[in-house]
């Protein structure tokens, strides 16, 4: 059961404010249990340039594909196993969700996709001229890098060498 829209877009609002969203999401049975989830979402975040400052619409256009199988419960001595590293994995194939009895929460499951998507340092894509489309700034050869002249600071050992025994 996926529920009303409008509860997907109270799920969203703390990512996506009041912005629009599309969002399709196709279930088809496997075996008994299993389930195949694929689909799109597309929305825009309210993000604050990482180079200028300046607030823009950041584009999230994201697809998935999961299996969803019944979510069991873990023994008391029981483990997972997982990979060493996120890049030890295969990315080949589809990722596994749990689902608790009938129900699979779209909303949430629509909101970890949309917050997995945002950018760690956002900024506008380049236009043709290889500037910034939302400042207008060149970002060939520019460093938006700050760095501060930091004044020589006296070593806590240097106390000792002016010690007289």
């Known amino acids: 059961v996926f529920g009303y829209m409008d509860d997907h877009l109270a799920r969203l609002a703390d990512l996506i404010g009041d912005m629009d969203y599309e969002a399709r999401v196709f279930v088809r049975a496997l075996q008994p249990g299993t389930y195949d989830l694929t689909g799109s979402i597309k929305t825009q975040l309210p993000e604050e340039c990482s180079r200028c400052g300046l607030d823009f619409k950041f584009p999230i256009n994201e697809t998935f594909h999961e299996l969803m199988i019944p979510g069991s419960t873990l023994p008391r001595d029981g483990k997972y196993t997982k990979a060493n590293h996120y890049s030890d994995e295969n990315h080949a194939g589809p990722s596994v969700v ?36 939302l400042c207008k700034i060149p970002l060939n050869n520019r460093s938006f890098g700050y760095d501060e002249e930091m004044p020589e600071v006296e070593s806590p050992f240097a106390a000792l060498k002016k010690l007289k025994i």
């Not at 909101?111 to 950018?119: K, R």
């Not at 340092?121 to 043709?128: Q, Y």
């Open 98 to 133: 749990e689902y608790e009895g009938h129900h699979f929460n779209a909303g949430e499951y629509l909101h970890e996709v949309v917050g997995l998507a945002s950018p760690y340092n956002p900024a506008p894509e380049a236009d043709e001229n290889g500037a910034c489309r």
